[in-house]
């Protein structure tokens, strides 16, 4: 099977702007949820859909939201972009995060604010 | 909320010196405890996992970490480890099935010849 795959893998935005980060998981898994990696703060959750809601929300202000489709693709946006949104934004996917599930990861798209 | 301490920022080790990263969580309970490891320039991969069953969990590439629960720690090890263990190790835990991942800082560990 394919691995999960995010679009694009790097990005140049300025501050302002929006943009919008695309992930497609692993076929047949219906889980996805979108991290941030910044080298101060490490891995910190954002957002997991499932059959196409929102299961859980981590501790992000309300310009980062996200949504999935119905073919469990996941796309994540960020409005009005500021500097500390520079980071690696990492998808992960698994089938139903049950207990024990594994969630695989993506390669992330970089995201550089200027 | 749980959160994921990570002991050691950097390591460095010789090749074939043992290695203990340590990982510890905030509070009991029903846990999932997992080590991915996030190899230059490539995506972060799980190494093992533990849910239940034997505290003593074997994963990919010769490692394997140890639940002790009276402890709140995950610790990672490996007898002998090989220049190509350079990466960064991240320790995470979730509260039972669709709770997310809560990641440690990271512990970078740098293997020399």
């Known amino acids: 099977k394919a691995g999960v795959t995010q679009t694009p893998r790097y990005l140049i935005k300025t501050r302002g702007q929006q943009v919008t980060l695309s992930c497609s998981p692993i076929s047949g898994h219906r889980s996805v949820s979108w991290y941030q990696q910044t080298p101060g703060q490490g891995l910190q959750f954002l957002f997991e859909?499932?059959?196409?809601?929102?299961?859980n929300k981590g501790n992000f202000p309300g310009r980062f939201s996200g949504r999935q489709f119905s073919n469990s693709r996941s796309e994540m946006n960020v409005s009005t972009l500021e500097l500390g949104d520079s980071a690696l934004y990492l998808c992960?996917?698994?089938?139903?995060?049950?207990?024990?599930?594994?969630?695989?990861f993506g390669p992330g798209t970089r995201l550089l604010v200027l | 909320a749980q959160s994921v301490s990570q002991h050691n920022h950097h390591v460095i080790l010789s090749e074939a010196a043992s290695l203990e990263l340590g990982c510890n969580y905030s509070?009991?309970?029903?846990?999932?405890l997992f080590w991915y490891v996030q190899y230059p320039g490539q995506h972060l991969q799980l190494l093992l996992k533990?849910?239940?069953?034997?505290?003593l969990v074997k994963g990919i590439k010769g490692f394997e970490a140890e639940f002790i629960k009276s402890k709140f720690s995950f610790n990672l090890r490996k007898p002998s480890v090989q220049w190509s263990d350079t990466a960064e190790y991240f320790c995470a835990v979730n509260d039972g099935g669709n709770t997310p991942l809560v990641f440690g800082k990271g512990t970078r560990l740098s293997v020399i010849a």
């Open positions: 509070y009991g309970g029903t846990v999932n």
């Open positions: 859909y499932f059959s196409e809601t929102q299961r």
């Open positions: 992960a996917s698994s089938d139903t995060m049950g207990v024990g599930e594994t969630q695989y």
């Open positions: 533990y849910f239940s069953g034997d505290p």
